[in-house]
């Protein structure tokens, strides 16, 4: 855990620049999905707040810590307030005038939008890795503009095959939770969250190699994401306990800015900055243990060695000082 950390400080130039390429493209999207769906998103979020949604989430945690939660009332309350925002939401004015087409446009923008920060994956990894055999940085548009082909083609493997992934999560978690609630209640959700972040984790590690070989060997995108998915099963324990620790920091900011920041403004900013900062720590673990697998020597930290384009560009200052 400690390589991978000097390395993401080592790189915070690369940091701000995907962070800032990320918090445009959310921005864009936003936009987009204004423009499409109206005043849709102004409506949901009248319903949140007319309904107390945040309040109920809020005292119900506060109730379970202090030890004074009722199941029964829960139960009640919470069907109640699943009723009450049905109806409400049956009252909204949905574009296109078919609810179906909002849905499927909706998940189409979802899409886009993660495929398109995918896309600044590759130039980001390919800093890392310039960073770890040579010590050297080149600039980020570079790597971006240069790595455009390979980078579609890793965003629509990735997509095709972890998107899929994805749902079935999903889909199995909500079908878990719906299938024992009667027999225990509100603590269904315990070990549903549980398992939806165990197979969460599972499916990052198994795609842990794939962007690093993707990266680093000079092969076809396909032929080295097979290699990745196949040279994980080698270092798999070792990789997922480290990104489980990441990803239960991930949940527990998340949970904090979404429950306890009421300004939203606030709340969005502590939702995304912290996760973009800790996907990109995510990379840096990936990597190293992708150099490790491979027994590579590499630089996780700013090194001043004879022969490497750092000092030769330091002996040039000094030169033209003189």
Not at 96 to 122: E, Q
Not at 205 to 226: D, G, H, I
């Amino acid at each position: 855990m400690i390589k991978p950390l000097r390395l993401a400080s080592a790189n915070w130039k690369v940091l701000l620049k995907t962070i800032l390429y990320q918090a445009l493209l959310l921005a864009l999207i936003v936009a987009l999905g204004s423009l499409i769906f109206g005043n849709v998103f102004d409506e949901v979020v009248h319903i949140v707040r007319d309904n107390n949604i945040k309040d109920f989430l809020y005292d119900t945690v506060n109730s379970i810590f202090s030890a004074e939660f009722d199941s029964e009332q829960f139960a009640v309350e919470f069907s109640e307030l699943i009723s009450t925002v049905k109806q409400s939401i049956t009252s909204v004015d949905v574009p296109w005038g078919n609810v179906t087409l909002s849905y499927l446009i909706f998940v189409f923008i979802f899409t886009l939008y993660r495929m398109l920060v995918s896309l600044s994956d590759v130039a980001c990894e390919c800093q890392l890795e310039e960073f770890m055999t040579s010590n050297a940085e080149r600039p980020f548009i570079w790597f971006f503009v240069k790595k455009q082909g390979r980078a579609w083609q890793f965003v629509l493997l990735q997509t095709a095959l972890v998107l899929p992934l994805d749902v079935l999560i999903i889909a199995g978690c909500v079908g878990f939770y719906l299938t024992f609630l009667i027999a225990f209640n509100w603590w269904t959700i315990i070990p549903v969250a549980i398992i939806a972040l165990l197979f969460y984790v599972i499916r990052q590690t198994l795609f842990a190699f794939c962007l690093p070989s993707v990266v680093c060997e000079n092969m076809s995108t396909r032929q080295a994401f097979k290699l990745g998915l196949s040279k994980i099963m080698l270092r798999f324990w070792r990789v997922f306990w480290k990104i489980l620790i990441v990803v239960c920091l991930m949940a527990v900011v998340s949970v904090v800015s979404i429950m306890f920041i009421d300004n939203p403004i606030a709340s969005t900013i502590t939702l995304t900055v912290p996760n973009f900062v800790f996907f990109f720590y995510l990379k840096c673990i990936n990597i190293v243990e992708y150099f490790q697998a491979d027994n590579r020597p590499y630089f996780y930290k700013r090194v001043d060695v004879v022969g490497t384009e750092r000092h030769s560009r330091k002996l040039a200052r000094q030169r033209s000082k003189r």
